[in-house]
């Protein structure tokens, strides 16, 4: 016998099983299914999953899939004869527009190198749970129940798997398996795999095919013969990613329930819709799963028309006809968004004027608080600011850039704290987070700008093209305040700021804080968005603690990214706003 390698474990293919699950149309015999449990239905939390093969009667699987509860996504897997099981039920099932691939794990080959800064392993606790779900919620996937998936991990039918960023030791994703044999005494010997996803903001390279093979090697380890899943037609990265792998394709499909979840695999889409970004999708999506009809006027504008029964709605995002020509220009120019401020009781930091030719008021200011904020007075998405100016040369650059967006420029005392967005629609807080300006972690192997062009290109999925990293001046500035150079390699693990502002179009990052935030504040900012008449608004604030009652007003955005603070009810409060006959009780 020859020598073994070190970690490479031998595997003998599988003996031949029946075909149960790769031919929908074969009746199977009493022996194929020996040992087999009949009518398996699993709650993996977001749903039931209900396995077609161990079905005796179709009108089985129809109950099933009739006593799914709201808000919950049940599926029917590897049912015999589908078009048979839709056709008895033809208004409440369809077949889903998935393709389901397989991979003979006694031909699979681990990969010969290292996923550098990643580390997958077991769910060690609920709480870890929880994280999975908030995953789940910022990639629209459907929410789970955090005990039902704690329950379930504590039997070995349930493999949930985590990978963590080696550099932040953050979570960045997951992926959930079933064991077929230990579930119902498979006789094929099966697995599959479901809910894989990686954190778009946060997750390096590699992550999904780390999760991916190690969840197949675990399987391979336990003699199973096949890992299956399933994937939307048209998700083509993840097909390239499973075909690379070694999946192929079987004629297994998945049937669903015709609920609003599943409204848009199964009923025809608005022309249009695939051109929106994301702030208008979110709320094309909430309306459409209510029955409101979407007509897309302007997919680059992110303008809409909504429409129920005979009154119709114009949204431009989440600004809206509901949005007074008075309310958007007092929003609009900062320099009358502070005297508001100031009438209304909300806190404000000092503030001068400046214009082409005349600083006298700002170089008071900067004078007497010694570190001042320069933008235009008029503007949006972090277009034209500079933080952190000091000196009268600064300020006489940053005048000058500001004036290149708005003939006037309001300077401002910089207030150090957290930069704090709070989402008020219809005078309520619906969300809150707290913005980071745009950093970059070290890997120990690449420069500085490699390290921006890399988290800028995945800045960009995550969010539509909508935010990037622009490789600039200022750029350049702040990472040399950090000590480093644009060409020099900073150490694994070293967080390197490279943007002052936290606005999200430069690459800046979110994290929801709307159970922390203290009373004091979600006051002010119902009170701010009250004083300037505006429905919906996000009100931004400088914070030193989130969960403390000291604050100062910054602006006010008349057009808040709802997509932004998913999960929260952003785009279902908005939508309750426009038609609130709508509102789910």
């Not at 394709?249 to 051109?275: D, H, M, Q, S, Y």
């Not at 897309?296 to 303008?303: F, L």
């Amino acid at each position: 016998m020859g020598p073994r390698l070190a970690g490479h474990r031998r595997r003998t293919a599988v003996a031949s099983t029946p075909e149960l699950t790769s031919r929908s149309w074969h009746e199977p015999t009493a022996h194929e299914i020996e040992g087999m449990a009949q009518d398996v239905v699993l709650d993996l939390g977001w749903g039931k999953l209900a396995f077609g093969q161990t079905f005796r009667d179709l009108r089985g699987i129809v109950d099933v899939l009739r006593a799914e509860e709201s808000g919950r996504r049940d599926i029917c897997v590897y049912p015999r004869d589908p078009q048979v099981l839709v056709g008895m039920a033809p208004d409440e099932l369809f077949i889903d527009p998935s393709l389901t691939y397989r991979l003979d794990l006694h031909r699979y080959r681990p990969r010969p190198d290292v996923i550098r800064d990643i580390f997958v392993r077991t769910v060690t606790s609920q709480a870890e749970m929880e994280v999975i779900n908030d995953l789940y919620a910022r990639n629209g996937m459907v929410p789970a129940d955090p005990g039902t998936m704690w329950a379930n991990h504590r039997t070995r039918t349930f493999t949930y798997l985590v990978a963590e960023d080696t550099r932040t030791h953050k979570i960045v994703g997951t992926v959930t398996g079933v064991d077929h044999a230990l579930a119902f005494g498979d006789p094929e010997a099966g697995t599959s795999l479901w809910c894989l996803v990686a954190d778009k903001q946060d997750a390096p390279p590699g992550t999904g095919e780390a999760l991916v093979r190690v969840l197949a090697e675990r399987y391979a380890a336990r003699s199973r013969a096949y890992l299956d899943l399933s994937v939307m037609h048209d998700n083509t990265p993840a097909i390239k990613l499973y075909r690379k792998l070694g999946f192929t394709r079987v004629a297994a499909v998945c049937v669903k329930r015709k609920n609003p979840i599943n409204t848009p695999l199964f009923a025809a889409r608005p022309p249009g819709l695939e051109k929106l970004n994301p702030y208008a999708l979110i709320i094309a999506e909430e309306a459409l799963r209510r029955g409101i009809r979407v007509e897309v006027t302007d997919a680059d504008w992110g303008e809409m028309r909504l429409t129920l029964g005979g009154r119709s709605v114009l949204t431009r995002e989440s600004l809206s006809e509901f949005t007074t020509a008075v309310a958007l220009s007092r929003c609009d120019d900062k320099r009358v968004t502070r005297r508001i401020m100031r009438r209304a009781g909300v806190r404000v930091a000092q503030g001068a004027l400046a214009c082409e030719g005349d600083l006298d008021e700002a170089r008071t200011l900067l004078d007497a608080v010694g570190d001042v904020v320069v933008k235009p007075a008029r503007g949006e998405q972090g277009r034209g600011i500079t933080v952190g100016v000091k000196d009268e040369a600064a300020l006489e650059r940053a005048v000058a850039l500001a004036l290149q967006f708005c003939p006037d420029v309001l300077v401002e005392e910089r207030v150090d704290g957290q930069d704090l967005r709070v989402v008020v629609i219809d005078r309520e807080v619906v969300a809150a987070a707290v913005r980071r300006p745009a950093e970059i972690v070290g890997d120990g192997r690449h420069v500085v700008a490699d390290l921006v062009r890399s988290t800028s290109r995945r800045r960009e999925r995550a969010t539509g093209g909508e935010s990037r990293i622009p490789l600039d001046d200022a750029t350049a500035e702040v990472v040399a305040e950090s000590g480093y150079a644009m060409d020099d390699v900073p150490p694994r693990g070293e967080r390197v700021p490279v943007r002052r502002t936290a606005n999200l179009h430069t690459g800046g990052t979110i994290e929801d804080v709307t159970d922390q935030l203290h009373p004091n504040i979600a006051e002010a900012a119902v009170r701010a968005a009250e004083a300037l008449g505006i429905p919906v608004t996000g009100i931004d604030f400088l914070v030193p603690a989130v969960d403390g009652p000291e604050y100062v007003f910054i602006e006010a955005n008349e057009r808040p990214g709802l997509a932004n603070h998913e999960p929260r009810p952003t785009a279902g409060r908005f939508v309750d706003l426009l038609f609130p006959e709508t509102r789910r009780r």
